[in-house]
């Protein structure tokens, strides 16, 4: 179960050079085609912490036409995680932590700035608990599934929210009202490159919105995706665990273009989805060691347009190990 406690730092092990906290905000104005994100990974027995700031407009196949990157890395890791600045010109505050934050952002440059609100909408998810994730295994024999990383193996809780404020890109201020789901990760997490997993998210409004991680298969250059890891459906402010769903894409190079998904909660209730990409990039800097394929999605749902982040993650070795020139598997 998810507390105020963890919108901060967690006790841990000072001597575990591995111990990794991260907190993630995705961003959007849908009718621009502009697709955000704010980042930071943080290291505090190591003393360092990792913001990447990214914003782009349309779809970027290639890293030189997204609009904004701000990777910085070895910043002064800061004291307290539910309210800092960091030296790159962001600052974090759980307002009502883990559920509401505040976020402001000033490029050293000028080219680009926000002060985003994002107001949750329920109890955040905890895929460590039974009686939220239907499809938790308990068990001492619980296979690892390396495609998964270290990431949310640990401590993790997942909100779906309300993004309100402005964004500064290039000159150009625009108004953000969007939805989607922000993240606090927590744990030991050496990085390895071994990742494959697909971050989804499908949101409409107050009234309803979907979280899902699926692994990904890669084999002879064709992405497919396997069984539901764990996910959730927020139904009018309830809270409630995925059982099944099934995803396929189209892509170009490596950039889902389209999707299908079909879910199942635990209720036995049912839904179908078709998205179109509006925008996306690739995005390497949040991780030296992982990239993600990140797209901003279109769903229609009866009457109701939704969006929402449509990420592919890979670690670097996972890629190279299947489409590099040395490649070994999936040949």
């Given at each position: 179960?998810?507390?105020?406690?963890?919108?901060?730092?967690?006790?841990?092990?000072?001597?575990?050079?591995?111990?990794?906290?991260?907190?993630?905000?995705?961003?959007?104005?849908?009718?621009?085609?502009?697709?955000?994100?704010?980042?930071?990974l943080a290291r505090?027995?190591?003393?360092?912490?990792?913001?990447?700031?990214?914003?782009?407009?349309?779809?970027?196949?290639?890293?030189?036409?997204?609009?904004?990157?701000?990777?910085?890395?070895?910043?002064?890791?800061?004291?307290?995680?539910?309210?800092?600045?960091?030296?790159?010109?962001?600052?974090?505050?759980?307002?009502?932590?883990?559920?509401?934050?505040?976020?402001?952002?000033?490029?050293?440059?000028?080219?680009?700035?926000?002060?985003?609100?994002?107001?949750?909408?329920?109890?955040?998810?905890?895929?460590?608990?039974?009686?939220?994730?239907?499809?938790?295994?308990?068990?001492?024999?619980?296979?690892?599934?390396?495609?998964?990383?270290?990431?949310?193996?640990?401590?993790?809780?997942?909100?779906?929210?309300?993004?309100?404020?402005?964004?500064?890109?290039?000159?150009?201020?625009?108004?953000?009202?969007?939805?989607?789901?922000?993240?606090?990760?927590?744990?030991?997490?050496?990085?390895?490159?071994?990742?494959?997993?697909?971050?989804?998210?499908?949101?409409?409004?107050?009234?309803?919105?979907?979280?899902?991680?699926?692994?990904?298969?890669?084999?002879?250059?064709?992405?497919?995706?396997?069984?539901?890891?764990?996910?959730?459906?927020?139904?009018?402010?309830?809270?409630?665990?995925?059982?099944?769903?099934?995803?396929?894409?189209?892509?170009v190079q490596m950039?889902?273009?389209?999707?299908?998904?079909?879910?199942?909660?635990?209720?036995?209730?049912?839904?179908?989805?078709?998205?179109?990409?509006?925008?996306?990039?690739?995005?390497?800097?949040?991780?030296?060691?992982?990239?993600?394929?990140?797209?901003?999605?279109?769903?229609?749902?009866?009457?109701?347009?939704?969006?929402?982040?449509?990420?592919?993650?890979?670690?670097?070795?996972?890629?190279?190990?299947?489409?590099?020139?040395?490649?070994?598997?999936?040949?």
């Amino acid at each position: 179960m998810i507390t105020d406690k963890d919108a901060d730092f967690h006790p841990r092990d000072p001597s575990d050079r591995t111990w990794t906290e991260t907190t993630f905000l995705p961003f959007a104005v849908p009718e621009e085609g502009i697709f955000g994100n704010a980042y930071v990974l943080a290291r505090p027995n190591m003393g360092v912490a990792i913001s990447s700031i990214v914003v782009t407009r349309g779809i970027c196949l290639q890293p030189y036409e997204m609009d904004f990157v701000d990777p910085q890395m070895h910043l002064p890791c800061p004291d307290k995680f539910s309210k800092y600045t960091l030296a790159n010109g962001l600052s974090v505050q759980a307002t009502n932590g883990p559920r509401d934050y505040h976020l402001q952002y000033e490029n050293v440059l000028g080219a680009c700035s926000f002060d985003l609100k994002f107001r949750g909408l329920h109890v955040p998810f905890d895929p460590h608990d039974p009686k939220q994730n239907p499809l938790l295994d308990t068990s001492a024999a619980a296979p690892v599934d390396p495609r998964l990383g270290a990431a949310w193996s640990n401590g993790h809780f997942e909100c779906k929210g309300h993004i309100t404020g402005e964004l500064m890109l290039r000159g150009k201020t625009y108004k953000v009202d969007y939805y989607d789901g922000m993240d606090h990760s927590w744990g030991p997490r050496p990085e390895v490159g071994q990742r494959s997993v697909s971050w989804i998210s499908l949101n409409f409004g107050d009234d309803l919105a979907f979280h899902l991680a699926v692994p990904m298969n890669l084999r002879r250059g064709e992405v497919s995706y396997d069984k539901l890891r764990f996910g959730f459906v927020v139904d009018k402010g309830e809270v409630v665990g995925l059982t099944e769903a099934q995803v396929s894409a189209t892509r170009v190079q490596m950039m889902a273009m389209s999707n299908h998904i079909r879910i199942k909660d635990v209720r036995g209730k049912t839904w179908e989805f078709f998205g179109t990409a509006i925008g996306g990039h690739p995005w390497y800097s949040f991780n030296p060691s992982h990239t993600c394929f990140q797209m901003l999605m279109r769903y229609q749902h009866g009457n109701t347009v939704g969006y929402g982040e449509f990420g592919d993650i890979f670690g670097l070795d996972y890629l190279g190990e299947r489409v590099s020139r040395s490649a070994r598997e999936g040949q």
